[in-house]
């Protein structure tokens, strides 16, 4: 549905730290489903457990911080060159399940909870080949720059 071009339209990332490779599902106001693969050159690799490789949950959550922006960007119809930003307003209910590592394609969901006066409330998970890596409820907040 997205590939990286359209998804750079969408977020003000660049590598290293764009962390969504294709969104595959879409319905404004509800959901979006995406993913990151996971490549032994990830940079954070190169001082993340060097010697046994292991995707960093906080990027995980960042990932899903991604979708679910793309997820608002795309309900608003709106971009970041038009003037706004998705900015973190808060994590609950984070837990991790299992390690992410070079080869993994990591499934990245978002689902909006609520929206009330620009704060957006998303339910999100990232999971391995069904299997559930990191769960939490992202908070963001809308902001004109």
Not at 96 to 105: E, M, S, T
Request: charged share 25%; aromatic share 10%; proline share 5%.
């Amino acid at each position: 549905m997205m590939d990286v071009r359209e998804i750079r339209q969408y977020l003000p990332h660049r590598y290293p730290f764009l962390l969504v490779d294709r969104i595959v599902e879409l319905e404004e106001g509800k959901y979006i489903k995406g993913y990151k693969n996971i490549s032994v050159n990830e940079e954070v690799f190169n001082g993340h457990f060097p010697e046994i490789p292991i995707f960093p949950g906080v990027m995980i959550v960042e990932a899903l911080a991604q979708v679910s922006g793309i997820l608002g960007f795309k309900t608003l119809g709106q971009k970041p060159e038009d003037g706004y930003l998705y900015l973190f307003g808060g994590i609950d209910n984070v837990r991790f399940k299992r390690q992410v590592v070079p080869g993994d394609r990591l499934q990245l969901e978002s689902e909006v909870i609520s929206d009330r006066r620009g704060i957006w409330k998303f339910s999100c998970k990232a999971s391995v080949d069904g299997e559930l890596a990191t769960s939490a409820d992202i908070l963001c907040a809308v902001k004109k720059v």
